[in-house]
């Protein structure tokens, strides 16, 4: 199983990637104190976004998390869990941005769940 999707300019050069798998692939997400919510079978986590510079500004993130939830509905998931930056409660530095930001989730029909851990970091979540 592939541990991510990517998506491929016109020219055919690789230009972004986003991590998706099994919560329980990544055991930091169990200590992290931004993944609040806990385990349970199905659940996926989009963890991770690289966009190329150059190729960023132009909706590759919308296209990477619709990989990604397609991904992981085609392995099982029946919820995918993401950690994103709300860039409306503070300008993020372009390294938070590997997180993604949470218009990209809510555009793609995520929710938020839980108390935030941190006032710019929410949970968000995805039925499948």
Not at 83 to 92: E, F, G, K, N
Not at 107 to 118: L, P, S, T
């Amino acid at each position: 199983m592939p541990p991510g999707v990517l998506v491929y300019d016109a020219a055919g050069v690789p230009s972004g990637w986003c991590a998706v798998s099994p919560r329980a692939d990544y055991p930091r997400l169990t200590t992290y104190r931004i993944a609040g919510t806990d385990d349970e079978d199905g659940l996926w986590a989009v963890t991770c976004f690289l966009v190329r510079v150059g190729a960023r500004r132009h909706g590759l993130a919308d296209a990477l998390l619709d990989g990604a939830v397609d991904l992981a509905r085609r392995h099982g998931a029946r919820v995918v869990e993401a950690y994103p930056v709300d860039t409306t409660m503070r300008t993020a530095m372009a390294v938070e941005l590997r997180h993604g930001p949470l218009s990209v989730f809510l555009r793609a029909g995520f929710r938020e769940v839980g108390a935030r851990a941190a006032p710019a970091r929410p949970v968000v979540r995805l039925a499948v």
